[in-house]
Antibody, heavy 122, light 112 residues
Framework: EVQLVESGGGLVQPGRSLRLSCAASGFTFDDYAMHWVRQAPGKGLQWVSGIIWNSATSGYADSVKGRFTISRDNAKNSLYLQMNSLRVEDTALYYC???????????????WGQGTMVTVSS | QSALTQPASVSGSPGQSITISCTGTSSDVGGYDFVSWYQQHPGEAPKLMIYDVSNRPSGVSNRFSGSKSGNTASLTISGLQAEDEADYYCSSYTSYTTLGRVFGGGTKLTVL
């Protein structure tokens, strides 16, 4: 079964750090670009960051640029999001998502995890 | 980078057809054929319904179709069913940032 499972969320104070993980299974992980998408409570979807299959290229939304770092370990079939200098407005459910086409980086996301909740509050 | 513009809500009766619009710019919707549509039921992860403007992933009903004209993409659902009631989000690749995507604000579909 193709599956993505996120972990690492929790309650954290403003200014602190958190590292999210996403474990992939059921497909050849290193064939696909991967992304993080978040959804604040009661709000819409927001793209956060993406990384291509071989880690050579990554991108970030303006709201997280310079604070968040995306990475992947293809040997471990895992995607990560290091989140530093967290703000109250980063509070959201964070999903990892897989692109539908191999080695491409502009397509839709066909597999999503169930998300991990990050709450930034003092 | 501004979000794509979608209507906040649409509604229709069972068996009818509805269309949800999604308006962007030449840097996203209008510039590339990389528009996707997602369905999200409460408490669930989004589900890909359309990609590359008009392609359906395996397993998605052919009642769902997509199109694009200029800077506006559209999702049409025909033969509305009760289980279609959900939030729908459009998304597009954007040249604003590397690997970037932009989402619409979401449209709540109510099946009357």
């Amino acid at each position: 079964e193709v599956q993505l499972v996120e972990s690492g969320g929790g309650l954290v104070q403003p200014g602190r750090s958190l590292r999210l993980s996403c474990a992939a299974s059921g497909f050849t992980f290193d064939d696909y670009a991967m992304h993080w998408v978040r959804q604040a409570p009661g709000k819409g979807l927001q793209w956060v960051s993406g990384i291509i299959w071989n880690s050579a290229t990554s991108g970030y939304a303006d709201s997280v640029k310079g604070r968040f770092t995306i990475s992947r370990d293809n040997a471990k079939n895992s995607l990560y999001l290091q989140m530093n200098s967290l703000r109250v407005e980063d509070t959201a459910l964070y999903y990892c998502a897989k692109e539908i086409k191999k080695q491409w980086s502009r397509d839709g996301f066909d597999i999503w995890g169930q998300g991990t909740m990050v709450t930034v509050s003092s | 980078q501004s979000a794509l513009t979608q209507p906040a809500s649409v509604s229709g009766s069972p068996g009818q057809s509805i269309t949800i619009s999604c308006t962007g710019t030449s840097s996203d919707v209008g510039g590339y054929d990389f528009v996707s549509w997602y369905q999200q039921h409460p408490g669930e992860a989004p589900k890909l319904m359309i990609y590359d403007v008009s392609n359906r992933p395996s397993g998605v009903s052919n009642r769902f179709s997509g199109s694009k004209s200029g800077n506006t993409a559209s999702l049409t659902i025909s033969g509305l069913q009760a289980e279609d009631e959900a939030d729908y989000y459009c998304s597009s690749y954007t040249s604003y940032t590397t690997l970037g995507r932009v989402f619409g604000g979401g449209t709540k579909l109510t099946v009357l």
